[in-house]
């Protein structure tokens, strides 16, 4: 298979793991009902499936993002893969809640690697070119999967439990897993994408990467915008079937399906108008994230002005489809200025900083949920997403234009 076709086959291949990575983690939501009713959880007890998740994430994401550029990113994104379906396939048979948030805290440590490796490994196969609409097919992939990882939990919980469709989707992974295996292979570097050679020291590298503002900057917007993201995948389910009194599996699907179908069109859509603006300036990329995120803001408004079905679904839909299409710049715009051998170290640190604070916001919106009430908890979302936005405006003008000349000049071959 030729190179230019090859790299789509990767984008393929990774579209699917994709889709089980987020699939896996989010399907719980969609059966919290049921997880109560069998298991006896409270509702900090359900809360507790997102937050230990996220934490034992975060704690592993700086290592398996070091790995990802010491050893082949391909191989390491399949192993995370095989391991976290055997979790899934084991959550299925948990007696009791002990269990069950045991079986969560393997599953983030499992799951770490995959983000980082996948991430980097498409940077890798793809060039500034195509680099936005191949990270964000990618990104969709996420999303496609928790629409449908919560369509069947709530599909096979109405009709007979949780447990079966636990099992179903780690018996996927464990088959992807072995066509990722025998199939995905690494790339050399990207031609003019930073020096090569061997990678430094984990401490070495996150000193280099603290050095780099335009880097902090985006780990400030993962962390703020992640958390609101994590806030709504972990309890859009249960708002939909406390405050519409639908059925597990519409409750699952109407909790899924207009967070991520915003996502999937936004990620998608983005990518082509993030790579051509690029193309003239990569500047243009985190410009577009911060005007994308401002008009999406006000959406949030939406939750404590209304009640009515139809006006929450459009809400949540266009909120993330802006945000899905501002999104999709991030990553990119990491390849901007950070040379190859460090970019999924520097996603790896992106993602232990997000899950840690997002895993704690949702546990205060489970803890303030009898108080104040989850509609208010999502309206409240709206200033975290304004500050997102003039952080970026802000670093776009007087901090990213630095670190971008940075690496060109790094890039650029010594003069005799």
């Given at each position: 298979m030729s190179p230019s076709r090859y790299k789509w086959y990767v984008m393929a291949l990774l579209f699917g793991a994709a889709a089980l990575n987020y699939g896996d983690r989010t399907a719980v939501t969609a059966v919290f009902p049921l997880l109560r009713r069998d298991l006896g959880m409270s509702d900090m007890a359900l809360a507790a499936t997102g937050t230990l998740f996220l934490w034992s994430y975060a704690v592993v994401s700086p290592l398996a993002g070091f790995l990802g550029d010491r050893v082949s990113r391909a191989r390491l994104l399949s192993f995370?893969?095989?391991?976290?379906?055997?979790?899934?396939?084991?959550?299925?048979?948990?007696?009791?809640?002990t269990q069950l948030l045991a079986l969560r805290v393997v599953l983030g440590v499992a799951e770490a690697a995959y983000?980082?490796?996948?991430?980097?490994?498409?940077?890798?196969?793809?060039?500034?070119?195509?680099?936005?609409?191949?990270?964000?097919?990618?990104?969709?992939?996420f999303s496609f999967g928790m629409v449908a990882g919560g369509w069947l939990a709530g599909y096979l919980g109405d009709l007979v439990g949780w447990r079966p469709s636990f099992?179903?989707?780690?018996?996927?992974?464990?088959?992807?897993?072995?066509?990722?295996?025998l199939t995905l292979g690494d790339a050399a570097p990207i031609p003019g994408a930073g020096p090569a050679g061997p990678a430094p020291s984990l401490w070495?590298?996150?000193?280099?990467?603290?050095?780099?503002?335009?880097?902090?900057?985006?780990?400030?917007?993962?962390?703020?915008?992640?958390t609101a993201n994590w806030v709504f995948i972990n309890w859009l389910p249960l708002f939909f079937k406390e405050t519409f009194s639908l059925s597990l599996a519409m409750a699952g699907l109407h909790g899924t399906l207009w967070i991520q179908g915003g996502?999937?069109?936004?990620?998608?859509?983005?990518?082509?108008?993030?790579?051509?603006?690029?193309?003239?300036?990569p500047r243009h990329r985190m410009l577009l994230m911060a005007t994308l995120?401002?008009?999406?803001?006000?959406?949030?408004?939406?939750f404590q002005a209304t009640n009515s079905f139809v006006a929450v679904t459009a809400a949540i839909f266009f909120y993330n489809l802006l945000v899905g299409m501002g999104y999709v710049n991030a990553q990119p715009l990491l390849c901007e200025f950070l040379p190859v051998r460090v970019r999924s170290t520097a996603i790896g640190i992106m993602n232990m900083s997000s899950c840690i604070v997002g895993g704690a916001g949702v546990l205060l919106a489970g803890a303030l949920k009898s108080d104040v009430g989850l509609a208010r908890s999502f309206s409240s979302l709206t200033v975290v997403v304004v500050a997102v936005s003039l952080l970026l405006l802000f670093a776009c003008w007087?901090?990213?234009?630095?670190?971008?000349?940075?690496?060109?000049?790094?890039e650029s071959p010594p003069t005799a």
């Open positions: 995370s893969l095989a391991a976290w379906s055997l979790v899934m396939l084991l959550s299925s048979l948990a007696a009791n809640a983000i980082p490796a996948a991430t980097a490994l498409i940077a890798d196969h793809h060039g500034s070119d195509t680099r936005a609409k191949a990270i964000g097919i990618h990104l969709a992939g099992a179903i989707l780690g018996a996927a992974g464990v088959g992807l897993s072995v066509l990722c295996l070495a590298t996150l000193r280099d990467l603290l050095r780099v503002p335009s880097f902090v900057v985006l780990t400030v917007e993962l962390v703020l915008s992640g996502r999937i069109s936004g990620t998608v859509l983005g990518g082509l108008p993030s790579d051509r603006l690029a193309r003239r300036n995120y401002l008009a999406a803001a006000p959406i949030l408004l939406t007087r901090i990213l234009p630095r670190d971008l000349a940075k690496a060109a000049r790094a």
